[in-house]
C-alpha cells in the first residue's frame, strides 16, 4: 500500500487514501479513505446529486453515533423515482447498532425501504450517549434502488487501518497528479521530478504566485506571468503582461524595492522551509503563472 491522492478528472478529488497500486479495475484505482477524505468525498457526490439528479449520481453518507448509544435509525432522501407516477421520492432507511459497529461493521448496519414505520423510528431517537465516536459509511447507487437490486446500497466496510475502501472496482479513481516546473505531470506519490524539482517546492510556488502577483500588479495590473532564475537565490528576470515583455532596467515600472519584495516571497517558499531542499541549478528561467487569489 501507498499514500497518494485520487480523484475521477474533475468531477471528484482530488482525496488523500491509501491504495494497491496493482490492484486495478481496466486500469483504475481501488483507493482506502481515511474518514476526513470520506466525508470530503461525501460532501462532493452530494453536490454532484443536487446539480445533476440523484437519478445518473452515487452518493457517500457518513452518519455519526457513539458507540454505547441505542439502535437508531436514519432516513436518506433521493430524488424523484422513475417509475412513480405521483411524483414518489426516493428514500433509504439504515439501521444502525451502534454497539456492534466496532466489532461487526459489515453486519452493524442495514438498508431497508423508508416506510413510515421507519420514518418515526427515525424522528424518535437520536444517536446519544458518551462513549467513543463511531461511523457508518452508506454507499447508495440511486439509479438502481428503484428495480429492486440487493447491491443499490452497501455499507462500506473499513479495512484493518480503519480505512474507507469506496468505489474499487466500480468507480474510475486514478492518481491526483502536481506539475513540476520544466513542464511535466507526476503522479501525486512521486516526491522528485527527474529534473530535480521537488513536488514540496512546486506546491510551495503555487501557494504563493497569487502574493508575487500582488505585488507585481500593485505598477502593472495586468501582469500574466514571471521567470525567475532558479540559481542560488531565486530572482525575478522576466515580468509578462500578456504577451509583452515588461522593462525591468531604468525607465521601467519597476523599482528595485517592489522586484526585490517578490524575490524575498520567492525564497521563502523555496528555501525558508527545512523540509524544503532549494531548487537545484536550471538551465533556463522558470516560467511562474500569477494566479489571482
Keep these: 500500500m501507498i499514500e497518494t491522492r485520487v480523484c ?4 471528484l478529488g482530488p482525496f488523500d ?32 446529486a443536487e446539480e445533476y439528479g440523484y437519478d445518473c449520481t452515487d452518493t457517500i453518507h457518513v452518519i455519526e453515533g457513539r458507540e454505547d448509544s441505542p439502535d437508531t435509525v436514519h432516513i436518506i432522501e433521493g430524488g424523484p423515482s422513475r417509475y412513480s407516477e ?17 466489532r461487526d461493521a459489515s453486519h ?33 447507487r440511486w439509479m438502481y434502488l428503484d428495480e429492486g437490486s440487493d447491491t443499490a446500497a452497501s455499507i462500506v466496510v473499513p479495512d484493518d487501518e480503519g480505512l474507507f475502501p469506496i468505489g474499487g472496482w466500480e468507480w474510475t479513481w486514478h492518481f491526483a497528479g502536481w506539475w513540476c516546473l520544466c513542464g511535466s505531470d507526476q503522479d501525486w506519490h512521486v516526491l522528485d521530478c527527474l529534473c530535480g524539482v ?13 502574493r508575487v502577483g ?41 523599482d528595485t524595492e517592489t522586484l526585490g519584495e517578490a524575490d524575498a516571497v520567492l525564497r521563502a517558499a523555496l528555501g525558508g522551509g527545512a523540509d524544503r531542499r532549494r531548487l537545484p541549478l536550471a538551465q533556463v528561467p522558470a516560467c511562474l503563472p500569477l494566479t489571482r487569489s
Design 17 to 48: 487514501c491509501k491504495l494497491d497500486p496493482t490492484n486495478r479495475w481496466n486500469g483504475w484505482l481501488s483507493p482506502h479513505f481515511p474518514l476526513d477524505s470520506a466525508r470530503q468525498l461525501s460532501a462532493q457526490t452530494l453536490r454532484l
Design 8 to 11: 475521477i478528472d474533475d468531477t
Design 214 to 254: 500582488a505585488i507585481l500588479r500593485r505598477v502593472a495590473p495586468g501582469v500574466t506571468a514571471a521567470l525567475f532564475e532558479t540559481t542560488a537565490a531565486p530572482r525575478i528576470v522576466t515580468v509578462v503582461d500578456g504577451a509583452t515583455e515588461l522593462d525591468l532596467g531604468e525607465g521601467g515600472p519597476y
Design 86 to 102: 405521483d411524483d414518489e421520492s426516493l428514500a433509504v432507511a439504515v439501521r444502525v447498532n451502534w454497539r456492534r459497529v466496532d
Design 198 to 210: 521537488t513536488r514540496d517546492q512546486a506546491l510551495a510556488l503555487k501557494e504563493v504566485a497569487p
Design 108 to 140: 452493524a448496519a442495514t438498508v431497508a425501504e423508508a416506510t413510515p414505520q421507519a420514518r418515526k423510528a427515525a424522528r424518535r431517537r437520536k444517536p446519544g450517549s458518551r462513549g467513543a465516536r463511531r461511523v457508518v459509511i452508506v454507499h447508495i
